[in-house]
């Protein structure tokens, strides 16, 4: 089973700031199959980035994925308030695994 | 448009059972399969397992075999979920989720509350 974990647990950042997240899996993973979302307070999660590096319709390009193997990072080249969140990299293969999340907070 | 409309909000007491619907608008049901995803409060997201549309064939995640069911109404273009002898630690909101892929649609959510 591939395990992802995601660092830091918690970043503080000011708006303008660049964010970078990243995921570690703990056996190499096709770069096909992994994704990152952004969870708002009471919603649903929402794909950012698919395919590790490619961007959902309707992203804005702030948002950027990279990495192969086992390790792939989202960053976020200028925080908007919005992106005050909950981030999730996740795992799609024949199973699925997700990250435990890192939260993005006003610093 | 691709939409997911969970049942609404559950309270439980220790023991019951649940059964959460999922009914699915937009696109041909028995094309895309339906995965079900947990967070329990302040947690992260923990996939339970998914279910095939065209057969029907449900596959569990580990931790999620036995007091958990996957079941279709294709009739209706509806999955549901399944959860008996419920327990204080099935407190959570539950997702169904189109598809095998990354995810792009999700329903709203089915908050279920398990306590005494």
């Known amino acids: 089973e591939i395990v992802l974990t995601q660092s830091p647990g918690t970043l503080s950042l000011s708006p303008g700031e660049r964010a970078t997240l990243s995921c570690r899996a703990s056996?190499?993973?096709?770069?096909?199959?992994l994704a990152w979302y952004r969870q708002k307070p009471g919603q649903a999660p929402r794909l950012l980035i698919y395919?590790?590096?490619s961007r959902a319709t309707g992203i804005p390009d702030r948002f950027s994925g990279s990495g192969s193997g086992t390790d792939f990072t989202l960053t976020i080249s200028r925080l908007e308030p919005e992106d005050f969140a909950v981030y999730y990299c996740?795992?799609?293969?024949?199973?699925?695994?997700f990250g435990q999340g890192t939260r993005v907070e006003i610093k | 448009q691709v939409q997911l409309v969970q049942s609404g909000s559950e309270l439980k007491k220790p023991g019951a059972s649940l059964k959460v619907s999922c009914k699915t608008s937009g696109y041909t049901f028995t094309h895309d399969g339906i995965n079900w995803v947990r967070q329990a409060p302040g947690q992260g997201l923990e996939w339970m397992g998914w279910?095939?549309?065209?057969?029907?064939?449900?596959t569990y995640a580990q931790g999620f075999t036995g007091r958990v069911v996957f079941s279709l109404d294709t009739s209706v273009n509806t999955a549901y979920l399944q959860i008996t002898s419920l327990q204080a630690e099935d407190t959570a909101v539950y997702y169904c989720?189109?598809?095998?892929?990354?995810?792009?649609?999700w329903g709203q959510g089915t908050l279920v509350t398990v306590s005494s």
């Open positions: 996740q795992h799609y293969g024949s199973s699925w695994t």
């Open positions: 056996q190499s993973v096709s770069s096909y199959y």
């Open positions: 989720v189109k598809g095998s892929s990354a995810i792009l649609y």
């Open positions: 279910i095939n549309t065209n057969t029907g064939n449900p």
């Open positions: 395919g590790a590096s």
